[in-house]
């Protein structure tokens, strides 16, 4: 390979670099959640929601579910946080969809249709209100 090929590449590879290093930001928070258990007292801050008002939010466990994830537990991930461990394949999608958009050269768009967002906002809010409800219990961290 001559000088020249790799100076031809390296404009197409350039935009690569921001999905490159989302990918290696959530690798390494993820590999750093499986290894400092967030079960162990000390080791994060508590919920500023929780703290003050004794009500989940919408992230609550979503540590502890990524620690058990690390761990190859997905029946317990799963209990942690059911909404944040049912996004995962909605993020790598949007993520592939991304990668894959800049390495075609693609022009930038919206992240997704606009209905999609209002419908995420929506389960958010109706998941929230919903596992500080008794009969919802299951729903809780």
Do not use: K, Q
């Not at 090929?5 to 404009?11: G, L, S, V, Y």
């Not at 690390?70 to 995962?88: C, D, T, Y």
């Amino acid at each position: 390979m001559s000088l020249s090929d790799t100076a031809r590449r390296a404009p197409r590879l350039r935009p690569l670099l921001a999905p490159a290093g989302v990918a290696a930001a959530a690798l390494a928070a993820v590999g750093f959640v499986s290894a400092v258990d967030p079960n162990r007292a000390g080791h994060y801050p508590t919920c500023p929601f929780l703290a003050l008002t004794g009500w989940y939010c919408p992230g609550c466990g979503t540590l502890r579910m990524l620690h058990a994830l690390g761990h190859g537990r997905l029946h317990e991930a799963f209990g942690h946080n059911m909404l944040a461990f049912s996004l995962l394949p909605l993020l790598g999608y949007l993520w592939v969809r991304w990668t894959v958009r800049l390495a075609r050269g693609r022009p930038r768009t919206s992240v997704a249709d606009p209905r999609l967002v209002w419908l995420l906002v929506a389960a958010i809010g109706a998941f929230w209100v919903l596992r500080n409800i008794p009969a919802f219990h299951f729903l809780a961290p």
